[in-house]
Protein backbone atom coordinates (compact mmCIF):
# COMPACT_ATOMS: atom_id res chain seq x y z
CA UNK A 1 0.00 0.00 0.00
CA UNK A 2 1.18 3.52 -0.94
CA UNK A 3 2.80 5.52 2.38
CA UNK A 4 0.63 8.15 3.38
CA UNK A 5 2.70 11.70 3.67
CA UNK A 6 1.78 13.99 6.10
CA UNK A 7 3.12 17.65 5.90
CA UNK A 8 2.64 20.30 8.97
CA UNK A 9 2.65 23.15 8.30
CA UNK A 10 4.46 25.71 10.80
CA UNK A 11 2.74 27.27 13.51
CA UNK A 12 2.93 30.62 12.14
CA UNK A 13 1.77 29.69 8.62
CA UNK A 14 -0.94 27.92 10.22
CA UNK A 15 -2.00 31.61 11.62
CA UNK A 16 -4.68 33.49 9.46
CA UNK A 17 -3.05 35.63 6.77
CA UNK A 18 -5.46 38.09 8.05
CA UNK A 19 -4.71 38.25 11.49
CA UNK A 20 -0.73 38.41 10.61
CA UNK A 21 -1.47 41.16 7.97
CA UNK A 22 -3.43 42.97 10.40
CA UNK A 23 -0.87 42.55 13.22
CA UNK A 24 1.88 43.94 11.15
CA UNK A 25 0.08 46.71 9.88
CA UNK A 26 -0.78 48.13 13.30
CA UNK A 27 2.41 47.29 14.29
CA UNK A 28 4.20 49.84 10.90
CA UNK A 29 1.25 52.54 12.68
CA UNK A 30 2.74 52.55 15.42
CA UNK A 31 6.08 52.62 14.32
CA UNK A 32 5.71 55.36 12.27
CA UNK A 33 3.44 57.37 14.99
CA UNK A 34 6.74 57.09 17.04
CA UNK A 35 8.99 58.35 14.35
CA UNK A 36 6.80 60.90 13.87
CA UNK A 37 6.38 62.27 17.38
CA UNK A 38 9.99 61.94 17.93
CA UNK A 39 11.21 64.04 15.27
CA UNK A 40 8.59 66.48 15.89
CA UNK A 41 9.61 66.53 19.62
CA UNK A 42 13.55 66.83 18.19
CA UNK A 43 12.55 69.78 15.85
CA UNK A 44 10.82 71.55 19.10
CA UNK A 45 13.75 70.89 21.40
CA UNK A 46 16.56 71.94 18.77
CA UNK A 47 14.85 75.33 18.33
CA UNK A 48 14.31 76.12 21.88
CA UNK A 49 17.82 75.08 22.44
CA UNK A 50 19.13 77.22 20.20
CA UNK A 51 16.77 80.19 20.93
CA UNK A 52 18.27 79.59 25.01
CA UNK A 53 21.34 79.44 23.32
CA UNK A 54 21.08 82.66 21.88
CA UNK A 55 19.57 84.28 24.99
CA UNK A 56 22.09 82.91 27.08
CA UNK A 57 24.66 84.91 25.05
CA UNK A 58 23.09 88.21 24.99
CA UNK A 59 22.75 88.04 28.87
CA UNK A 60 26.17 87.69 29.32
CA UNK A 61 27.51 90.67 27.32
CA UNK A 62 25.03 92.55 29.02
CA UNK A 63 26.15 91.43 32.05
CA UNK A 64 29.69 91.93 30.92
CA UNK A 65 28.97 95.48 29.53
CA UNK A 66 26.90 96.47 32.40
CA UNK A 67 30.15 95.37 35.01
CA UNK A 68 32.47 97.36 33.02
CA UNK A 69 30.79 100.63 32.59
CA UNK A 70 29.96 100.21 36.87
CA UNK A 71 33.82 100.41 36.98
CA UNK A 72 34.15 103.24 35.07
CA UNK A 73 31.12 104.72 37.09
CA UNK A 74 32.98 103.86 40.30
CA UNK A 75 36.39 105.16 39.19
CA UNK A 76 34.96 108.52 38.31
CA UNK A 77 33.14 108.52 41.35
CA UNK A 78 36.22 107.90 43.56
CA UNK A 79 38.14 110.45 41.50
CA UNK A 80 35.57 112.99 42.51
CA UNK A 81 35.58 112.09 46.18
CA UNK A 82 39.23 112.66 46.07
CA UNK A 83 38.78 116.30 44.60
CA UNK A 84 35.92 117.26 47.34
CA UNK A 85 38.06 115.97 50.03
CA UNK A 86 41.63 118.11 48.68
CA UNK A 87 39.20 121.12 48.00
CA UNK A 88 37.31 120.91 51.56
CA UNK A 89 40.71 120.27 53.51
CA UNK A 90 42.54 123.22 51.72
CA UNK A 91 38.95 124.87 52.69
CA UNK A 92 39.30 124.06 56.07
CA UNK A 93 43.28 125.04 56.58
CA UNK A 94 42.93 128.62 55.22
CA UNK A 95 39.65 129.28 56.59
CA UNK A 96 40.99 128.49 60.07
CA UNK A 97 43.89 130.45 59.50
CA UNK A 98 41.58 133.48 58.69
CA UNK A 99 42.24 133.84 55.21
CA UNK A 100 39.01 134.62 53.96
CA UNK A 101 39.69 135.63 50.33
CA UNK A 102 41.75 131.64 49.84
CA UNK A 103 38.55 130.57 51.77
CA UNK A 104 35.93 131.93 49.38
CA UNK A 105 38.34 131.03 46.42
CA UNK A 106 38.35 127.02 47.18
CA UNK A 107 34.15 127.04 48.38
CA UNK A 108 33.47 128.66 44.75
CA UNK A 109 35.16 125.88 43.22
CA UNK A 110 33.11 123.01 45.36
CA UNK A 111 31.41 120.78 43.30
CA UNK A 112 27.74 120.82 42.79
CA UNK A 113 27.05 117.22 44.03
CA UNK A 114 29.70 118.28 47.31
CA UNK A 115 27.56 121.68 48.23
CA UNK A 116 24.14 119.87 49.88
CA UNK A 117 26.43 118.24 51.83
CA UNK A 118 28.80 121.27 52.96
CA UNK A 119 25.74 123.17 53.70
CA UNK A 120 24.13 120.73 55.85
CA UNK A 121 27.77 120.55 57.67
CA UNK A 122 27.62 124.17 58.50
CA UNK A 123 24.62 124.40 59.65
CA UNK A 124 25.91 122.10 62.41
CA UNK A 125 28.55 124.70 63.42
CA UNK A 126 31.33 121.81 63.27
CA UNK A 127 34.02 124.42 64.12
CA UNK A 128 32.52 125.38 67.54
CA UNK A 129 29.65 121.53 67.98
CA UNK A 130 32.11 118.80 69.00
CA UNK A 131 28.95 116.74 68.22
CA UNK A 132 29.01 117.70 64.39
CA UNK A 133 30.20 115.34 61.68
CA UNK A 134 34.13 115.68 61.06
CA UNK A 135 33.66 116.22 57.47
CA UNK A 136 30.91 117.17 54.66
CA UNK A 137 31.87 113.74 52.92
CA UNK A 138 30.21 112.04 56.01
CA UNK A 139 26.69 113.39 55.64
CA UNK A 140 23.59 111.74 54.03
CA UNK A 141 23.25 114.57 51.68
CA UNK A 142 26.52 113.83 50.02
CA UNK A 143 25.36 111.75 47.01
CA UNK A 144 27.66 111.07 43.97
CA UNK A 145 25.80 110.43 40.82
CA UNK A 146 28.83 108.06 39.65
CA UNK A 147 28.60 106.20 42.59
CA UNK A 148 25.16 105.83 42.34
CA UNK A 149 25.27 104.91 38.70
CA UNK A 150 28.17 102.68 39.60
CA UNK A 151 25.61 100.66 42.13
CA UNK A 152 22.91 100.62 39.68
CA UNK A 153 25.25 98.92 36.88
CA UNK A 154 26.17 96.41 39.22
CA UNK A 155 23.33 95.19 40.13
CA UNK A 156 22.42 95.26 36.65
CA UNK A 157 25.18 93.05 35.89
CA UNK A 158 24.49 90.67 38.20
CA UNK A 159 20.56 90.54 36.85
CA UNK A 160 21.88 89.92 33.47
CA UNK A 161 24.46 87.40 34.73
CA UNK A 162 22.14 85.27 36.81
CA UNK A 163 19.66 85.17 33.76
CA UNK A 164 22.36 83.95 31.56
CA UNK A 165 22.80 80.88 34.20
CA UNK A 166 18.96 80.46 33.81
CA UNK A 167 18.80 80.47 30.09
CA UNK A 168 22.25 77.83 29.99
CA UNK A 169 20.58 75.35 32.43
CA UNK A 170 17.26 75.70 30.05
CA UNK A 171 19.35 74.97 26.63
CA UNK A 172 20.99 71.88 28.39
CA UNK A 173 17.43 70.39 29.39
CA UNK A 174 16.24 71.02 25.73
CA UNK A 175 19.51 69.39 24.42
CA UNK A 176 18.85 66.53 27.08
CA UNK A 177 15.44 65.95 26.16
CA UNK A 178 16.51 65.97 22.24
CA UNK A 179 18.53 62.78 23.49
CA UNK A 180 15.30 60.92 24.30
CA UNK A 181 14.07 61.84 20.83
CA UNK A 182 16.45 60.46 19.49
CA UNK A 183 16.56 57.13 21.15
CA UNK A 184 13.01 57.00 20.51
CA UNK A 185 14.28 57.21 16.59
CA UNK A 186 16.36 54.71 16.97
CA UNK A 187 14.21 51.91 18.63
CA UNK A 188 11.73 52.94 16.50
CA UNK A 189 13.52 52.62 13.21
CA UNK A 190 14.88 49.26 14.28
CA UNK A 191 11.48 47.75 15.72
CA UNK A 192 10.96 47.47 12.03
CA UNK A 193 14.04 44.77 11.24
CA UNK A 194 13.16 42.43 13.61
CA UNK A 195 10.10 39.50 12.80
CA UNK A 196 9.85 38.24 16.15
CA UNK A 197 6.56 39.56 17.31
CA UNK A 198 6.70 40.14 20.98
CA UNK A 199 10.10 41.82 20.48
CA UNK A 200 8.79 44.44 18.29
CA UNK A 201 6.09 45.00 21.03
CA UNK A 202 8.97 45.28 23.61
CA UNK A 203 11.24 47.70 21.49
CA UNK A 204 7.85 50.04 20.53
CA UNK A 205 6.61 49.69 24.13
CA UNK A 206 10.05 51.37 25.60
CA UNK A 207 10.23 54.02 22.63
CA UNK A 208 6.60 55.28 23.96
CA UNK A 209 7.30 55.31 27.15
CA UNK A 210 10.82 57.72 26.05
CA UNK A 211 7.97 59.64 23.93
CA UNK A 212 5.98 60.02 27.00
CA UNK A 213 8.52 60.88 29.47
CA UNK A 214 10.03 63.57 26.75
CA UNK A 215 6.42 65.08 25.96
CA UNK A 216 6.04 65.51 29.62
CA UNK A 217 9.60 67.26 30.44
CA UNK A 218 9.05 69.77 27.38
CA UNK A 219 5.73 70.62 29.05
CA UNK A 220 7.51 71.59 32.08
CA UNK A 221 10.40 73.72 30.51
CA UNK A 222 10.10 77.47 29.76
CA UNK A 223 9.38 78.16 26.01
CA UNK A 224 10.56 81.19 23.82
Request: proline share 4%; hydrophobic share 45%.
Amino acid sequence: MPEHVHVHAPHELSEPRESVSRRERVLEITAALLLSLATVGIAWSGYQAAKWSGKQARRYTQASTARSLANRASTLAAQERTQDLLNFNRWLEVTTEGNAELSALYERRFREEFRPAFEAWQADDPLQNTEALPSPLLEKEYVLADAVKADRLERLGDLRFEQGKEATENADDYVFVTVFFAVVLFFAGISLRFAWFPLRVGILGLAAGLVLYGAVRLGTLPAL
